[in-house]
T-cell receptor
Framework: DAGVIQSPRHEVTEMGQEVTLRCKPI?????LFWYRQTMMRGLELLIY????????DSGMPEDRFSAKMPNASFSTLKIQPSEPRDSAVYFC?????????????FGPGTRLTVL | KQEVTQIPAALSVPEGENLVLNCSFT??????LQWFRQDPGKGLTSLLL?????REQTSGRLNASLDKSSGRSTLYIAASQPGDSATYLC?????????????FGKGITLSVRP
């Protein structure tokens, strides 16, 4: 199995631009999670989906952030417009089960730099 | 609000030493606790998962313990090797209203010197 696939691995953009991060979960997994990791705040859960339906988006920092999961094999996290404080590593993870406490498998992350 | 603390933030030990990494959490009403490993530039890999009803879990040279009442967990690494160098994060899961939450510590960066 290829594991969780994220693209791009690195993204550098200018403030105000739209950024789209992509994730392909492990085939057969029912849940997908988006995290953000910074030195200051550590790892934070932004949103998670179960069977393509958003379950909890209380971690999404602002309306500038949105996430979609149009099918079981693809999800996007969009930031529009981006700001320098959005610079972080964004991880996607997937799980066979439906709760956050079940074992999750993480992708390699996307390092976002907003200038 | 659940808070997870891992102290110290970094640790350097010589190869072969047995070591303990600590994790503390403020709300003892947890569902389980997990220890993860993160290598530089990589995602997280789950090492051990302890259910709230369990006291410890073991995998190879790793042993994780859980004392829910005192809000503490430890990850014991026996006979440390340079390949163990990584950041180790603990995460606790709990119910918040109708939703489950996973709260991470900021991690301990371990360096094992040859």
């Amino acid at each position: 199995d290829a594991g969780v696939i994220q693209s791009p691995r690195h993204e550098v953009t200018e403030m105000g631009q739209e950024v789209t991060l992509r994730c392909k979960p492990i085939s057969g997994h029912n849940s997908l999670f988006w995290y953000r990791q910074t030195m200051m705040r550590g790892l934070e859960l932004l949103i998670y989906f179960n069977n393509n339906v958003p379950i909890d988006d209380s971690g999404m920092p602002e309306d500038r952030f949105s996430a979609k999961m149009p099918n079981a094999s693809f999800s996007t996290l969009k930031i529009q417009p981006s700001e320098p404080r959005d610079s972080a590593v964004y991880f996607c993870a997937s799980s066979l089960a439906s709760e956050v406490w079940d074992e999750q498998f993480f992708g390699p992350g996307t390092r976002l730099t907003v200038l | 609000k659940q808070e997870v603390t891992q102290i110290p933030a970094a640790l350097s030990v010589p190869e072969g030493e047995n070591l303990v990494l600590n994790c503390s959490f403020t709300d003892s009403a947890i569902y389980n606790l997990q220890w993860f490993r993160q290598d530089p530039g990589k995602g997280l890999t789950s090492l051990l998962l302890i259910q709230s009803s369990q006291r410890e879990q073991t995998s190879g040279r790793l042993n994780a313990s859980l004392d829910k009442s005192s809000g503490r967990s430890t990850l014991y690494i026996a006979a440390s090797q340079p390949g163990d160098s990584a950041t180790y994060l603990c995460a606790v899961s709990s119910l918040t209203g109708a939703n489950s939450k996973l709260t991470f510590g900021k991690g301990i960066t371990l360096s094992v010197r040859p």
